[in-house]
């Protein structure tokens, strides 16, 4: 994952997302909280390549994952994605994620 991030930073999503895919097809189940955090990046990486539908697959698996866990670092992750979504935001999908979003916070 932190490869995967470094990638990211790197502004190089194709390799993120190969990266983080992989990982992910293997993650251990116990791990949910680095799961979720992994997912997060997943969807930036998403955003970073323009798939709003791949974004949004992963950013609503990581959202179930935020919300059973509480990790405020999984939170932190998809508040950032929320900003890169922003352009997407009359989308239905998006709307809907950017409401859940706000009552995530509020919790």
């Known amino acids: 994952m932190e490869a995967a991030t470094c990638a990211l930073q ?7 997302l190969r990266t ?3 990982s992910l097809a293997r993650w251990p189940t ?3 909280r680095d799961r979720g955090l992994a997912l997060a ?3 930036t ?7 709003v539908e791949g ?15 509480g990790s405020a670092r999984i939170l932190a992750e ?9 352009r ?14 706000g009552t995530m916070k509020g919790s």
Not at 10 to 16: G, H, I, S, T
Not at 78 to 86: C, K, V, Y
Not at 88 to 101: F, G, Y
């Open 30 to 32: 116990e791990q949910q």
């Open 41 to 43: 990046r997943l969807a």
């Open 10 to 16: 790197l502004r190089r999503p194709e390799e993120a």
């Open 20 to 22: 983080l895919e992989a």
């Open 88 to 101: 997407w935001r009359k989308l239905v999908e998006i709307a809907d994620l950017n409401h859940l979003l």
């Open 55 to 69: 974004a949004y697959g992963a950013a609503s698996e990581t959202a179930t994952v935020a919300q059973s866990t």
């Open 45 to 51: 990486a998403y955003v970073r390549l323009e798939d």
């Open 78 to 86: 998809f508040l950032r994605l929320q900003t890169l979504l922003a």
